[in-house]
């Protein structure tokens, strides 16, 4: 409800303001909750930060492995976190620190800000193969649907930022054909 979602941003800028000097944000894509694999998206709220008072913004694309490594949750090559290394502070490395840019699709930007013209399709109506839109990702296509009742979950293969796992009952997906 509208209630719940101005309490829900009320709550955001609580947990900004509360930091006095810096604020790191960032999220877990995908976690386990009591033995099930949960997805999560960052908070609708971060486009509403003006960019004046972000110092970096870095978006990736998930890692979702490779025909000679198909497990999507651990990289073949070895990370930057394989071999040990100094730690020093963060104010220590600010100036060396990458510049990161957003991330902006190629046909218009993609934001949170809900639009209430925005319909999607009841569950019933969506089928693998078709082609949807989703406010937010933009225009994709249905790769495999899972579940039953309220619990179905789509994958969707979106053509600016790739697959994401969706609960139909909250994805709000538009049919395009």
Not at 16 to 30: D, G
Not at 68 to 75: A, C, D, G, I, V
Not at 107 to 113: A, F, G, L, P, V
Not at 141 to 156: F, P, R, T
Request: glycine residues 4%; hydrophobic residues 30%; charged residues 30%.
């Amino acid at each position: 409800s509208r209630a719940d979602l101005e309490e829900e941003r009320r709550l955001f800028y609580v947990a900004l303001t509360r930091a006095e000097k810096k604020v790191v944000m960032s999220y877990a894509e995908s976690r386990f909750r009591w033995g099930n694999l949960t997805f999560s998206e960052p908070s609708r709220f971060l486009e509403e930060i003006e960019e004046k008072y972000l110092a970096s913004s870095n978006i990736k694309k998930p890692y979702s492995g490779s025909a000679s490594n198909p497990n999507p949750y651990k990289p073949k090559t070895s990370t930057r976190f394989s071999s040990p290394q100094t730690r020093t502070s963060i104010q220590d490395n600010e100036s060396t620190a990458p510049k990161y840019t957003k991330i902006q699709s190629k046909d218009s930007e993609i934001t949170n800000r809900p639009n209430l013209n925005f319909v999607g399709a009841s569950i019933e109506e969506l089928k693998e193969k078709m082609l949807v839109e989703h406010q937010r990702f933009g225009k994709g296509e249905i790769i495999k649907i899972e579940g039953i009742g309220s619990n179905k979950m789509a994958l969707v293969l979106f053509d600016e930022i790739g697959e994401k796992q969706l609960l139909l009952r909250f994805a709000k997906l538009r049919i395009v054909k």
